[in-house]
């Protein structure tokens, strides 16, 4: 049910003819109130695309009613005519829902460099709109989709209010956000500062934690909208639990759909001196070539692991640290452990990567995947 | 000629038993005099090998006589165990050439995380002390070979005074040092300061800047050892000159034997605020695996260069940034350029991207190589 799980929400996905294979292209959520909260978070990318200089400056007035989506064209690094596109979307949203540009998000995702057709465009917001339903969920997350093989949704239920949320996005995944466009909705009532101080630290903890292969994008985008149609006020805590749940679901989904990989990665720091120590290792760990290169040979290749370690500033001291893999201690304070052979990485996708640090009580996890022939083949052939 | 071009020198490169595949694994070079100067850089990583941490307190002094390096173990992650294997090695090269220990510097290349056999390590000191000869250049940059397919060797002569060298590595190259062992040989007269500061500008300007996959080793070691045997005292600019040429072509053999590459690129980025900005985002678009599967899959696409460009914390104007594949501008200050169809990745290994800032006058080089199958085949099958 994806973005219309929460109730006062209505979604559509349609072909509007943006990309050749006639596949949905255009998804449009639309918040029906009685509040119309937003907030959202946007890649730290230099380049950023038109969809995103226009959103952003759409959001943060903290109110929005809809966000409009296509698949087919990412419309970045196309200048002052890619941001008049974008306006230009906006405004015939706006038009055909009844409201003002100032209050419609934009979203794009595919091919940089490349105008987007703006009479498809067109003529999918007139079909959206017609079509809008409070079932609509499903068809949205299908239109959003390009090189994903599944669409990704999820939701969570709690106490009489729903998070409920849709993403696309498989590889060019990187922290700080990656090629990922994510609306989430929710019933629950909140003002537009607690809904962006819940959606910075669910984002903190899922999205930017999730590392595919070290590449950002210049459209990422995750839109939270809150239309307090339930009547319940649910504490911070709760709801930015709710909401994490719902990332990290999504963010999970986004990894397991990563192109090409043969294996997910979780990579966990133990006993740091800081949390940023943590993330430091285990984002160095997460993008080493040739550590993922030896997952995807299902060797636990621990040299592989602090070659990557040693390249970060974290406080440890290299004697000290221990590394495990699948729960396998085959580095042990500084020395030998366990024989690798005692690891398997055949049996299941999953691997665990642990590293203790000796440094303190912090810790963190990063999460990405091995490298692969496909990742090679995919990004060799596939221009985005 | 390699190690031996320069006068003053001896080295050999036999076969200790080390490598399974009994293929030669042990090299020796011996500084005969007069001078016995030394300058050494080594590997940032955190987890430094055995060899390097010996080697680190041997070089310090400026003075060195001989280095043994052996391929078939890298004698990292070993503990203290493998410390005192690095100076056992150091001893019997003492003994066998008539020093002590503190003047024999060792390398090692390999698998992280396994003993030396240090009877075949004997065996080897012992065969290669005995067939030490001043043309035994070319047998020592056999013996330090791995997953290399041809020996690297450089030498620059000038006004009577000789820079010669060899270099181990293929893979695994990364700023600050790559996987690479590298011994360069002069008879130039020059004190250990001298030799420090122009090894130090030499190799900032080349391994520094030469990244394959971002990979960091443990082991990574360039030693300069000036034997003062021609009694020509060039200036510091000539024979700095001359070092870094030695070094860049060393640099350049090692990038094109690089595993499993199928293009060599540049990143030029010029016109940057300052040299460190050209270098920051030269070292972006060299790390973004995008980038490189777009460069083997021969599409020049420019999309991949700006998100990974704007990833880097240089100073820039994202509306005046161009980018060029082979002289052809795709993207011109901000927008669309050139077709992309007019750029030829298909004739020549060689790819040259330039980025144009428009921020400033200061400019950088940065050299990698594409991500192509064979990268990950070997890198998945061997271990390291």
């Given at each position: 049910m994806s973005t219309t799980a929460a109730q006062g929400f209505v979604a559509a996905g349609v072909t509007a003819g943006i990309k050749a294979s006639g596949r949905p292209d255009l998804a449009l959520v639309v918040n029906t109130g009685p509040d119309k909260v937003c907030a959202a978070v946007y890649t730290s990318n230099r380049f950023q695309a038109a969809p995103v200089l226009w959103s952003k400056g759409v959001t943060a007035s903290g109110v929005l009613d809809a966000v409009v989506l296509n698949s087919g064209g990412a419309n970045a690094c196309t200048g002052a005519d890619g941001l008049a596109d974008s306006k230009a979307t906006a405004q015939l949203v706006a038009s055909a829902i009844g409201t003002t540009p100032d209050r419609v998000a934009v979203c794009s995702t595919g091919l940089i460099g490349v105008r987007l057709p703006m009479d498809a465009i067109t003529r999918g917001v007139s079909i959206a709109a017609e079509t809008l339903d409070a079932q609509g969920g499903s068809d949205a997350a299908q239109a959003i989709m390009t090189t994903d093989t599944v669409p990704k949704t999820a939701v969570e239920s709690v106490d009489g209010w729903t998070v409920g949320g849709m993403a696309k996005g498989a590889g060019m995944l990187a922290p700080a956000l990656a090629t990922m466009l994510v609306v989430?909705?929710?019933?629950?009532?909140?003002?537009?500062?607690e809904a962006d101080a819940a959606?910075?630290?669910?984002?903190?903890?899922?999205?930017?934690?999730?590392?595919?292969?070290?590449?950002?994008?210049?459209?990422?985008?995750?839109?939270?909208?809150?239309?307090?149609?339930?009547?319940?006020?649910?504490?911070?805590?709760?709801?930015t639990e709710a909401l994490t749940a719902v990332c990290g679901d999504l963010a999970s989904q986004l990894l397991a759909d990563a192109e090409g990989a043969a294996h997910d990665i979780a990579i966990h720091v133990e006993k740091a001196a800081t949390e940023d120590d943590a993330l430091d290792v285990a984002r160095c760990i997460a993008r080493s070539n040739l550590f993922k290169c030896a997952v995807f040979g299902n060797d636990p290749n621990w040299g592989r692991v602090l070659a990557a370690a040693g390249t970060s500033k974290a406080t440890f001291d290299p004697d000290a640290v221990s590394v495990s893999f699948n729960g396998v201690e085959v580095f042990t304070s500084g020395g030998l452990g366990a024989d690798r052979s005692l690891v398997d990485l055949k049996s299941s996708r999953d691997v665990d990567v642990t590293v203790d640090l000796a440094a303190g009580d912090a810790y963190a996890t990063v999460w990405t995947n091995d490298l692969t022939y496909d990742y090679v083949k995919e990004n060799a052939e596939y221009s985005s």
């Open positions: 989430v909705t929710t019933d629950a009532v909140l003002t537009a500062a959606l910075r630290e669910a984002t903190r903890l899922t999205f930017d934690r999730t590392d595919s292969d070290g590449c950002m994008s210049t459209n990422d985008t995750v839109i939270l909208m809150a239309s307090g149609a339930s009547g319940v006020r649910p504490s911070t805590e709760a709801f």
